[in-house]
């Protein structure tokens, strides 16, 4: 009880200084929290959408890995979805047991647009669906305005998207399909009973959504059926099974197809949420510093109070426990408060999710009891490990240390152990990666790759004591000394106790460490992008779609109408089996193109001449395939296309499978034509496009002009596509940053708390030298400028040791055809300067905390 008394005082008496590193449990605990709620909300969603439109059992037809329909998209190469023949329903209906099959038709392969020509669905993320109103909808959807369509010029609409573009009945609209274009006019709007995960929804009636989005075909793409109730839903299905072949369509209960799509969508939710958890690990990592030395510095000015109480008898288990009690209590608090804030950032989360396009309700808000719980330990557990070090030294302060004056004299030189140790882990961890930059497989590279970043990081943490000096001091001489004695005493402040500089510099070492390697690898990307494109694309133009969407043949069309051009190469993309010699087959995905690509496209072969591997019957592999196999230019390999066409393929070539766009496997398209049926062809997925010679900008005019009617299309120069892979490669980045943002803002706490304490350890030193002279401006000046120390120490370790893993993994890159090492040196040093603002903004507090301080009252502080 005495213990627990005397840590409660002591936790109340400096709460003010427990409060940033309580703040970083807060912000840990609450990434934490928050990924959770926001994930099962998510789920929640998506479980409560297939539950509701589910009926007793489900029909479709079999996927293409044969294994069950899971989300099927309504996509596939030829922009006609999956479909099973009208007549299977009549098949259904007579089995006993059913009371009614309803068949539907669902596509993604549709634009729709507004009457001024804007592309009304979603650009990211949830897709734009199409299909043909029936009673199923009315599971998830009520009608609110108008009448669902009752031929082929109208269309319902779903609420949001009518909310979102302003859309009302008789409102004319244009849905773009594989079939060609249809004018509809919206007759109705139904809005959704549950939550819209964010698709546009237009339903059209049965024989036009057959039309356009089927290619005219009497079919469906699913069937539901209900049970009259006679027969449990295992016993229908096996009916069902039986009176149309099981083994011909994908046949499942309710529960059975529930259990499938969520799993599905439990896949591509858990990425995300091992991806956010993995940011607020690196944010709980950081935090660890921030506590360890916010302890640390408490036990050092209690030195001769924690020296009084072992004089009056309390253990060294008494003293360790106080310690690790305030710890406790800490991490509580923040936990508890961690949680709430959590819960907040779920519903941030949503809220910007639904900005982008995928509405989520707080009404499918999904708090687990396990998250509270998750959230409490994980932030106790590890505000107790942090303090564990802080509490054995406490433990160690022996009752002669009441006779000394508060705090402990600074480490000069951090512990030789220590260093040692810190010094084999760097240069173990060097070695590591040298081992993987000369991995001859990116995969072999990678085990080697996290060690040497682990092993390094844990060095650098280990031996940064060891490296304040030398760093502190040239930073200090090129930096700090221009200021005169002030700029001194900053650098000497800095130098006064390594292991706390080290360890508060090490926190923000991790977050800039994690930014500079990211930035190399991207910076790299896009360089390397970049030189491919100018080395490889022979074309003036590449016309593609800019939101997930199909190359309807009028598009083909328009693009060939445009005077100037000299060639229009489409390039689509098949699938086929290929036949292995030694038995078995292997599905690969190749590129069906005219010749007309060998002069777009400038590839370096291994081995024969790309025009043998376009001319009909024949093809290219990859060096890796033509080694496993045994296989050559001139040897021939038996392939099945789709429809189930076989045919047998002599190799023309062999092209490097390296390359960051461009596939190694290609056949002609007369080859494709040949043994595939019309409605077997997959569509463009892009055109490259070449000019006469002296005709690029009217060609580009015309091509602009060409694609007006068609909003999701987009028209890109050589250079304007350079651009579009920076920018969604920098736009990859900066999410990351934001991810790593929180990491930094709890380093940038921990400097904050590290003046913050030492200003009040320094107590008395600060009153002296304001006694005899240092005026207040000048005081703050150097707790300034020791922060900006402190600040850069960290960035430059962090910088050198990010530039080091991100070319490490550069290295590795090149084997999947990044070959050019681009060093940032803008961000770089852009990072580098922001280390010092940020060493300004975290000093402002406690420069300002010590400027207010009372000469006197400071000079009398035991």
Request: a negative charge; charged letters at 15%.
């Amino acid at each position: 009880m005495t213990v627990l008394k005397t840590s409660l005082r002591n936790f109340f008496a400096h709460k003010g200084r427990m409060a940033l590193s309580g703040m970083a449990v807060v912000l840990s605990v609450a990434f934490v929290c928050g990924t959770l709620v926001f994930t099962a909300t998510m789920n929640t969603t998506f479980d409560k959408l297939f539950a509701s439109s589910a009926s007793d059992v489900m029909i479709a037809p079999p996927s293409e890995d044969g294994e069950g329909s899971g989300i099927d998209d309504g996509a596939t190469d030829t922009g006609v979805p999956r479909t099973l023949p009208a007549g299977v329903a009549d098949e259904v209906a007579a089995v006993d047991g059913v009371e009614r099959v309803t068949g539907t038709v669902s596509s993604t392969s549709v634009v729709a647009v507004n009457d001024e020509n804007e592309n009304i669905g979603p650009t990211t993320g949830p897709p734009t669906i199409a299909g043909n109103w029936t009673d199923v909808e009315l599971r998830t959807m009520e009608i609110t305005e108008g009448a669902p369509p009752s031929g082929a010029g109208e269309v319902m609409i779903d609420g949001d998207t009518a909310d979102k573009h302003d859309l009302a009945i008789g409102d004319p609209l244009r849905l773009i399909t594989v079939a060609g274009d249809l004018a509809v006019t919206v007759s109705g709007i139904a809005d959704f009973t549950i939550t819209n995960p964010g698709a546009a929804v237009f339903y059209l009636d049965l024989a036009t959504a057959q039309q356009y989005l089927l290619g005219g075909q009497d079919a469906y793409t699913t069937l539901y059926v209900d049970s009259t109730g006679a027969v449990g839903d295992e016993a229908l299905r096996d009916a069902v099974a039986a009176a149309i072949g099981g083994d011909t369509y994908t046949i499942q209960t309710a529960d059975e197809f529930i259990e499938e799509n969520q799993d599905s969508i439990g896949e591509v939710l858990s990425v995300l949420q091992y991806v956010l958890l993995g940011f607020a690990g690196i944010a709980l990592l950081v935090g660890i510093f921030l506590i360890v030395n916010t302890f640390s510095m408490l036990v050092a000015q209690r030195t001769r109070e924690i020296g009084l109480m072992r004089a009056l008898g309390s253990s060294r288990r008494q003293v360790n426990r106080s310690v690790l009690m305030e710890a406790l209590l800490l991490g509580v608090v923040g936990s508890v408060i961690g949680f709430g804030a959590g819960v907040g950032l779920a519903v941030g989360l949503m809220a910007l999710m639904s900005a982008i396009g995928m509405n989520l309700s707080t009404g499918d808000l999904t708090v687990d009891a396990s998250v509270p719980v998750i959230g409490v330990v994980l932030g106790v557990v590890v505000t107790l490990l942090a303090a564990w070090i802080p509490a054995r030294r406490a433990a160690r302060i022996s009752p002669m240390a009441a006779l000394r004056e508060a705090g402990t004299p600074g480490d000069v030189r951090a512990g030789r152990v220590r260093a040692a140790i810190g010094a084999v882990l760097t240069v173990a961890g060097l070695g590591a990666l040298v081992v993987a930059a000369r991995a001859d497989e990116s995969s072999a590279g990678a085990a080697p790759l996290a060690l040497g970043v682990l092993l390094s990081l844990v060095g650098l943490i280990l031996a940064g004591p060891a490296l304040v000096g030398s760093v502190v001091r040239g930073i200090a001489a090129v930096l700090l000394r221009v200021f005169g004695p002030v700029g001194r005493l900053a650098e000497r402040n800095a130098l006064r106790n390594p292991r706390r500089t080290g360890a508060t510099a090490s926190a923000l070492m991790i977050g800039l460490a994690l930014v500079a390697a990211l930035s190399v690898v991207g910076s790299s990307l896009v360089a390397s992008a970049t030189e491919e494109i100018d080395q490889a694309l022979g074309a003036d133009f590449i016309v593609q779609p800019s939101v997930p969407a199909p190359v309807t043949a009028g598009i083909g069309d328009a693009v060939a109408d445009v005077e100037g051009i000299e060639r229009v190469t489409p390039f689509r993309e098949a699938e086929i089996a290929v036949d292995l010699p030694a038995g078995g087959q292997t599905d690969v995905r190749l590129g069906a193109v005219p010749p007309t690509w060998a002069d777009d496209v400038r590839l370096d072969v291994v081995d024969g001449d790309l025009a043998d591997a376009l001319a009909p019957g024949g093809v290219s592999i990859d060096p890796e395939f033509a080694a496993d196999e045994g296989l050559g230019v001139g040897d021939s390999i038996d392939v099945t296309f789709a429809g189930d066409a076989t045919a047998t393929l002599t190799i023309g070539a062999i092209v490097p499978s390296d390359s960051a766009f461009l596939g190694a496997w290609y056949i002609g398209l007369d080859t494709l034509e040949e043994h595939v049926r019309a409605q077997d062809m997959p569509l463009p997925v892009f055109f490259f496009v070449t000019a006469e010679d002296g005709r690029q900008d009217a060609v580009g005019a015309g091509l602009d002009a060409a694609m007006e009617p068609y909003p999701q299309m987009e028209v890109m120069d050589q250079a304007e596509f350079k651009d579009m892979v920076q920018d969604q490669v920098g736009m990859l980045l900066n999410m990351v940053y934001g991810l790593l943002a929180l990491a930094i803002i709890v380093a940038v706490l921990g400097v904050v708390n590290t003046l913050a304490l030492s200003v009040v350890e320094r107590t008395r030193e600060i009153g002296l030298m304001r006694a005899i002279g240092l005026s207040r401006r000048q005081l703050r000046r150097m707790i300034r400028l020791e922060s900006v120390a402190i600040a850069l120490f960290g960035a430059l370790v962090g910088l050198a040791l990010g530039m080091a893993w991100g070319a490490t993994a550069q290295r590795l890159l090149v084997l999947e055809g990044m070959d050019v090492l681009s060093i940032p040196w803008g961000t770089i040093l852009g990072v580098f300067a922001g280390s010092a603002v940020v060493g300004l903004l975290a000093a402002l507090f406690p420069a300002f905390r010590a400027g207010r301080m009372n000469v006197l009252n400071a000079i009398a502080t035991d």
